[in-house]
């Protein structure tokens, strides 16, 4: 079944532009995945450094190899230098999808 | 059955600091509506002036009604001005949420 992973991470806004380079590592790794279908991080238009993340996956084997990455624990190895915390992040099963 | 309307609508950069305060009434009135369960604006880290959109309605009747509301309507009426193109939306059907 199609997952959606969405939530949050926050940085603090002053980190955000030493850090963008490496979401954007994570970002062009992760998609390249096997059964990524979507995979984004955006900075909320009403608080600074809130990151905003959203995923879709084919299923959960593709979600479980992601947690398995190098990309994903080089990525995590980042946070604490930039102050990344406060994540927040749920997995969703998708029963249908259509345009709005 | 819970609604995840997750998407796109994109603003030219220059334009994100003008169109800024009406994103913010949107999301306040949306927020404030029967059955709105979350309801985000975020632009894109990669991709400047791409705004993404993220909301949760518990229901289809609570998002039919949103589409009916004089802040919508409003919020609408400010694109021409700002440039505002590209919406590309979906709605998916939510089967199961866990914390991830």
């Known amino acids: 079944m199609t997952l959606i992973i969405a939530g949050v991470v926050r940085v603090p806004p ?3 532009e030493g850090l963008r380079p490496h979401m954007l590592v994570m970002l062009a790794a992760s998609r390249a995945e096997e059964g990524c ?3 984004t991080y955006a900075e909320d ?3 600074p450094g809130l990151i905003r993340v959203f995923e879709v996956w084919r299923d ?3 979600l479980d190899a992601h947690f398995q990455t190098p990309h994903m624990t080089e990525w995590r190895s980042h946070w604490p230098r930039f102050g990344v915390s406060d994540r927040r992040l749920f997995a969703y ?3 249908s999808q259509r345009p709005l």
Chains 1, 2 share one sequence.
Do not use: F, G, V
């Open 37 to 39: 279908l979507e995979y």
């Open 93 to 95: 099963e998708i029963a």
């Open 45 to 47: 238009i009403a608080d």
């Open 14 to 16: 002053e980190n955000l």
């Open 60 to 62: 959960s084997s593709a």
